[in-house]
T-cell receptor, first 116, second 111 residues
Framework: GAGVSQSPSNKVTEKGKDVELRCDPISGHTALYWYRQSLGQGLEFLIYFQGNSAPDKSGLPSDRFSAERTGGSVSTLTIQRTQQEDSAVYLC??????????????FGPGTRLTVL | SQKIEQNSEALNIQEGKTATLTCNYTNYSPAYLQWYRQDPGRGPVFLLLIRENEKEKRKERLKVTFDTTLKQSLFHITASQPADSATYLCALYQAGTALIFGKGTTLSVSS
């Protein structure tokens, strides 16, 4: 079956512009996560959604970052007024249930964001 | 807050040898620990999960151990092959958040 998909695969933008990154999780997966991976760094947790519950936004680095998940499926991560330090690979993952319930996460291929 | 350390950034071994990767955490023992493989330009792929009450878990040539006294997990690949070359990530669950990942160890297996 289809895995997690993300679009675009690459995004180059100018400093100060807004960008939207999209994630299509595996059908039936109730949990969805966003991570950021900078060069030479580990995966940095940003936000996760579980079903219809309020998302856990504890990892968002600033109020320029926001995310929504419509209809419990597709998610969009929005970065406003992008800065050069936002350049990274943004990874989306989904799982059958919450992280605390021993579920493995299935990752998408990521979106490489470059802010000039 | 919990921190994860994967001691070696890079590990180079010869084909056929056993690769051993280390993952240490700093605070309380998590309910479970996971290992993922990441190839360049791709997202991580789940390999194994080990729970806090399990000492060892095996899957084909892979073996994971979990020592809550040492606050350490070891990841072994036996009879390593060049195709095993990748970055291996350790991850654990911290209550109230998603998984916390280590920076990874890049394994290179030479023929």
């Amino acid at each position: 079956g289809a895995g997690v998909s993300q679009s675009p695969s690459n995004k180059v933008t100018e400093k100060g512009k807004d960008v939207e990154l999209r994630c299509d999780p595996i059908s039936g997966h109730t949990a969805l996560y966003w991570y950021r991976q900078s060069l030479g760094q580990g995966l940095e947790f940003l936000i996760y959604f579980q079903g219809n519950s309020a998302p856990d936004k504890s990892g968002l680095p600033s109020d320029r970052f926001s995310a929504e998940r419509t209809g419990g499926s597709v998610s969009t991560l929005t970065i406003q007024r992008t800065q050069q330090e936002d350049s990274a690979v943004y990874l989306c993952a989904s799982s059958l249930g919450l992280a605390g319930t021993y579920n493995e996460q299935f990752f998408g291929p990521g979106t490489r964001l470059t802010v000039l | 807050s919990q921190k994860i350390e994967q001691n070696s950034e890079a590990l180079n071994i010869q084909e056929g040898k056993t690769a051993t990767l280390t993952c240490n955490y700093t605070n309380y023992s998590p309910a479970y620990l996971q290992w993922y493989r990441q190839d360049p330009g791709r997202g991580p792929v789940f390999l194994l999960l080990i729970r806090e009450n399990e000492k060892e878990k095996r899957k084909e040539r892979l073996k994971v151990t979990f020592d809550t006294t040492l606050k350490q997990s070891l990841f072994h690949i036996t009879a390593s092959q060049p195709a095993d070359s990748a970055t291996y990530l350790c991850a654990l669950y911290q209550a109230g958040t998603a998984l916390i990942f280590g920076k990874g160890t890049t394994l290179s297996v030479s023929s």
